[in-house]
């Protein structure tokens, strides 16, 4: 299964997190930023939860890393990932997603609010669970692990709605989560981000 963690377990494993964010969006300049502000800001607010996939480790190999049974991550082959295997692995790090309780007063709903026209506003920022980060390592890449990760994130969670901003073309993120049954809301919030949001049908205080 996926692990499921919460703000200071994900705070335990932040330079983990920091190399996968850093192969997954090409951003090594903006990766000590994420691990130690960014990371630790959001982990604090309320509902916060962190899914994180991993590679197996098989018993007796030696991997790159020079550890028995733990392959480097950047030695993965492309199509060479078995994602039942991820599922369950103990081995490196390569894939995760985060989110939180969204609210007005937060920095990204604010800038959401002030996007979007004050019907749409009014209907979803507020009390949301916000997504901030999907990341999958290359090497994990288009072998269904992003939406196995969204899946898990989303998994019971009492939240009615959630919100998420994406690439505003048409790209593989864009098309993952219209797929997982997310809608288009507003299609570009002005910094080159599309605003996707999915009502879960929660009734309110559940």
């Known amino acids: 299964m996926i692990d499921v963690l919460d703000g200071t377990a994900a705070i335990a494993i932040a330079g983990e997190l920091g190399q996968v964010f850093a192969a997954a969006f090409g951003a090594e300049e903006d990766t000590e930023r994420f691990t ?6 959001h982990a604090a ?10 590679t197996p480790r098989p018993t007796g190999v030696l ?3 020079g550890i028995p049974g733990q ?5 993965l082959g492309s199509g060479s990932l078995d994602v039942a295997g991820v599922m369950g692995g103990s081995g490196p790090l390569v894939g995760f997603a985060y989110g939180y309780t969204g609210e007005r007063g937060q920095w990204w709903p604010d800038r959401v609010v002030e996007a979007v026209e004050p019907e749409l506003a009014a209907e979803w920022v507020g009390g949301h669970f916000e997504v901030v980060e999907l990341a999958v390592h290359p090497d994990a890449q288009r072998q269904g692990l992003g939406t196995a990760l969204m899946t ?3 998994r019971d969670l009492p939240h009615r709605r ?3 901003g994406t690439d505003v073309d048409d790209g593989p993120a ?4 219209r797929r997982l049954g997310w809608q288009l809301l507003h299609p570009d919030l002005g910094w080159g981000s599309a605003l996707y949001g999915l009502d879960r049908g929660v009734p309110s205080g559940v």
Do not use: Q
């Open 36 to 41: 130690t502000e960014t990371l630790p800001k």
């Open 45 to 54: 607010r309320d509902d916060f939860r962190l899914v994180t996939a991993r």
């Open 63 to 65: 991997g790159s890393s």
């Open 71 to 75: 392959a480097g991550v950047a030695g």
């Open 152 to 154: 898990e994130l989303m």
């Open 162 to 164: 959630a919100l998420l």
């Open 174 to 177: 864009p098309r993952l989560y």
